[in-house]
C-alpha cells in the first residue's frame, strides 16, 4: 500500500513535470506573443510581424489579428495618401467600420472642395467675377475656409468695380470722380 502510495506521487509528479515543462509552453507563449502584438497595435504600431502557425483557437486569434493589421495597415496608407494629395477611397471591413466611413468622407469633401475651386477658376478664367464658393455645402472650418476664399475674392475685386466705374464716367466726361480707396 505504501509502494502503490509512493508510485502514486511518482506518476503524479511526472506527470506535473510534463504539464509544467512541455504543455505550459504550449499555451503561454502564443498567449505572449499575441499579447506582444495587440500591446504594439495598441500604440499605433502595425508593422510587427505575427508569426503564429497553429491549427488551434490561437491560430485562428492570430488569423483575425493578422486581417486587423492589414486592414489598418490599409487605412493607414490611405491617410498618408490623402496627405500627399491622392484623394482615393477605402474599401470597407464592414458596414460598421468607422474608420474607413470617416476617412472615406473626408476624402469626398476633399474633393468637393478641389470642384468648388476648379469652378470659381474657370468662372474668373472666361471673366465671370461675380461667381463665389457656395458656403452652404460645407460645414465647419471647411465652411469658413470657402468664406475665406470668397473674402480674398471679394478683396481683390473691388478695386477692379470702382476703377471700372471711374472710368466710364471719364469716358462720359465727368472728370471729377476719382478712386476713392487705397
Not at 490599409?74 to 496627405?83: F, L
Request: with cysteine; hydrophobic share 45%; aromatic share 6%.
Amino acid at each position: 500500500s505504501q509502494v502503490a502510495t509512493f508510485a502514486g506521487m511518482g506518476i503524479g509528479i511526472i506527470v506535473f513535470l510534463i504539464c509544467v515543462f512541455y504543455l505550459a509552453p504550449t499555451i503561454t507563449k502564443p498567449v505572449n506573443d499575441l499579447k506582444e502584438t495587440v500591446e504594439e497595435f495598441s500604440f499605433g504600431n502595425f508593422n510587427v510581424e505575427l508569426d503564429l502557425e497553429r491549427k488551434d483557437e490561437f491560430g485562428e486569434l492570430a488569423n483575425m489579428m493578422s486581417l486587423l493589421q492589414t486592414k489598418q495597415l490599409e487605412k493607414i496608407q490611405a491617410v498618408k495618401s490623402v496627405a500627399a494629395g491622392k484623394l482615393d477611397h477605402v474599401s470597407q471591413a464592414s458596414d460598421k467600420d468607422e474608420l474607413a466611413i470617416a476617412i472615406n468622407k473626408q476624402v469626398d469633401i476633399l474633393q468637393d472642395l478641389l470642384l468648388e475651386a476648379d469652378m470659381l477658376v474657370e468662372a474668373n478664367k472666361i471673366g465671370n467675377l461675380t461667381l463665389r464658393g457656395d458656403v452652404n455645402k460645407f460645414n465647419g472650418d471647411w465652411q469658413k475656409f470657402i468664406v475665406g476664399i470668397n473674402s480674398i475674392l471679394d478683396s481683390m475685386i473691388a478695386p477692379i468695380q470702382e476703377a471700372t466705374y471711374v472710368l466710364t464716367e471719364i469716358a462720359n466726361g465727368s472728370l471729377k470722380t476719382k478712386m476713392q480707396k487705397d
